[in-house]
């Protein structure tokens, strides 16, 4: 893509709050297993207001101010390669979402997928009229109506097969390299087996390396799982993407 992420006006939209926190601050992990209830769903900024952006343009605006939701927008447009029913589609994005909770659901982000043309809806055919199905005894049948389906677009399709899990991490460990060996030492913890905070907290919190500035755990298992290089499942564990560097 040409455009640049940061000349992106938000001032007609709900801002996100901002994902880097202040140079000494704590980031928290985000406890996915656990939050609290939501009185309401919150609204969400939608790039499919601005017209004048390309599909892709609008698909990676919306990804980069969900960060959270990404690697789950993306499953959803891989599982939408083959056209699904909404019934489909509901049940596999829960099912992303079962280890990640999220106050958006399955109907809101497949929406926000159809408005910023990732994904887009086929409708049934016709059944035909004056035949109505009859049984053996005259009587007509009363038949269920045929469900349309969801399928990835062109533009899902490439803006899927863009994202490059493997260099964003790359990226993230040049960007960060003084941190190079807590990132590693993090991956390589969570890979022999899964990890609670309090034991990622141990093993790095006291670290002197991070003391100036004061940086804990989360500081970076946020980064490394926005990376897709871990992720949630009751507790921390490092993905084949995080094992890639090992």
């Known amino acids: 893509m040409e455009f640049d992420l940061e000349d992106v006006e938000l001032d007609d939209y709900e801002e996100f709050e901002d994902d880097e926190p202040e140079e000494d601050e704590e980031e928290e992990v985000q406890q996915v297993g656990y939050v609290e209830e939501p009185e309401e769903e919150k609204e969400v900024w939608r790039p499919h207001r601005t017209p004048n952006w390309t599909d892709e343009e609008k698909i990676e605006i919306l990804v980069s101010k969900m960060p959270g939701r990404k690697k789950v927008l993306l499953q959803t447009i891989e599982f939408m390669r083959e056209p699904r029913t909404s019934s489909e589609c509901d049940k596999a994005i829960d099912g992303f979402q079962h280890d990640n909770y999220s106050v958006y659901s399955a109907v809101t982000l497949r929406r926000l997928l159809e408005e910023n043309g990732a994904i887009k809806y086929i409708a049934p055919q016709e059944r035909e009229q004056n035949k109505p199905a009859i049984d053996e005894d005259g009587n007509m049948i009363v ?95 490092t993905t084949e993407v995080g094992k890639s560097i090992l």
Not at 173 to 194: G, S, V
Not at 206 to 221: A, C, I, M, T
């Open 143 to 237: 038949t269920k109506a045929p469900e349309g389906k969801w399928v990835a677009t062109e533009a899902g399709i490439n803006y899927l097969e863009s994202v490059d899990r493997y260099q964003e991490l790359a990226d993230l460990l040049e960007m960060d390299a003084e941190y190079i060996e807590i990132y590693k030492r993090i991956l390589r913890f969570c890979a022999e087996e899964p990890r609670d905070k309090t034991e990622i907290d141990d093993l790095v919190d006291d670290d002197p390396l991070l003391q100036k500035p004061r940086r804990y755990s989360g500081y970076f298992v946020a980064r490394l799982e926005k990376c897709d290089a871990m992720e949630w499942k009751g507790d921390w564990i």
